[in-house]
């Protein structure tokens, strides 16, 4: 059966993509995990797609390279007032998230967010001598093992320079809710009232990630709008960076909050498992899906990332893919009528096909087999005022196919990669000033407690 799965990749991915390529220099060296985890995002889109597009809306000093590198993708000229269009949609939908604080902790729609990235933040004061300083810190086992804290947050540095790279004038910030304290509107505002409040106030830590956070979450949200919105008119699956990703799933744990975390749990708690769905009485359906790490698949069979990039797109015409992108063609297109048993139909051969690439393209390092949770969901509701339904709201009437990866998995197959991870690397281009970025942690263990060192800050 001939298909034509359109695959669209945003311009956040590409950049991680070049940095991994040596194409572009890498100064923060932390960026590195973000940049395998763009690789994924890619070597996904190519392997379960028929054709991958992007968008050309990088500035003129950026554009001209950025096409020449990526010669398999084709990169669409958005007309300027569908483009603005988009993008004010996009950023309406941003400013409607709310980005809370209660007694020092996220509140509201963006703990979610943080529950998809596995991070637990609190306001805290850092204290030294009588000097105080802000900082949003996330609370660890241990103040020393901080590994995955710092690699979520280059997700939220590459958003900051995705953003400035792109340069869209609208504003995409979410609303910033502090209880009983409606004057306060913004993160400015946020530091100026404990400033007012603490004689002892010197600045924000230099480590603190309040503000990265705060346009990390408003831009993925935005962009992740963005991208689904013109991924609808294209005919296409968006493959989006990582932190939007997250912002997907974490839409999916907001309106959808068992099944989401019980799918998940299913598929780690079961290795044999390929796929667990849940279906309802309208149609709709919940899947997770377990797949390989193609990146840590496709670096054990050659020796750098650009040749992984090269025989992906020699793997996409293999049967096994071909075969993944006919059923996923085949949800695309069921009817309205008798949906659930047109469902039951289809979901059996998507397991045995997710069963089979685990078979075929999976891999054992020494951290354990290495695989993805991919989330999907067919036919959302619009008709409800949920996130997902305003996500997704280009998607009315029809339809509709839309898995993400959960990114927290592909954070820890990162990380285990042992050797593969060193040959991934191989071609990458340091700064000849690189850098290591930080961010402040504290042990779980003080997050209701004071110390000479520290406490939880509230208004």
Sequence with gaps: MSTNQRAIVDNATLSGVERLLGISQIRNLRYVDNDIACLEKLLTAILFSDEIIGI???????????????????????????????????????????????????????????????????????????????????????????HHELVADTFFRSEETDAKLVGTATNFQPKLAISERSEIQDIKDLVQAFADENPNYVSEDGKSALTRASFGYGWAAERSFFYNSIAHTEGANAYLAPLRDAFCESCCRIDYPSQTVGL?????????????????????????????????????????????????????????????RTIFHNLSFLSTQDQTAELNQILPYLDQSCTNLMKKYGISTNGGL????????????????????????????????????????????????????????????????????????????????????????KL
């Design 56 to 146: 050309d809306d990088y500035k003129d000093e950026y554009r001209a390279n950025r096409l020449k590198k990526f010669g398999f993708i084709d990169f669409l000229e958005i007309d300027d007032k569908l483009y603005a269009e988009h993008s004010r949609k996009a950023a309406e939908f941003a400013h409607e998230m709310t980005f809370s604080i209660e007694n020092a902790k996220p509140a509201g729609d963006v703990v979610s967010f943080f529950e998809a990235l596995r991070l637990d933040p609190q306001l805290r004061w850092n204290v030294f001598v009588s000097s105080e300083y802000l900082t949003l810190t996330f609370l660890t086992a241990s103040r020393w093992d901080k």
């Design 264 to 324: 998940l749990k299913s598929l780690i708690e079961n290795t044999q498992q390929a796929l667990a769905s849940i279906l309802t009485p309208t149609g709709q359906a919940h899947i997770a899906l377990r797949l390989p790490f193609f990146t840590s698949y496709l670096i054990s069979q050659v020796d750098t990332p650009k040749q992984c990039i090269e025989r992906a797109l020699e793997l996409r015409n293999m049967k096994d893919f071909q075969e993944c």
């Design 370 to 457: 290495q695989y993805s949770l991919s989330l999907g969901l067919t036919g959302p509701s619009i008709a409800t005022e949920g996130k997902l339904s305003q996500l997704f709201r280009a998607h009315k009437n029809r339809p509709f196919t839309r898995v993400f990866r959960n990114i927290a998995q592909d954070m820890l197959n990162v990380e285990r990669m042992g050797e593969l991870h060193d040959k991934i690397c191989s071609s990458i281009r340091k700064h000849k000033d690189p850098t290591y970025s930080d961010v402040s942690t504290t042990p779980k263990f003080m997050e209701n407690r004071e110390n000479e060192f520290g406490r939880p800050a």
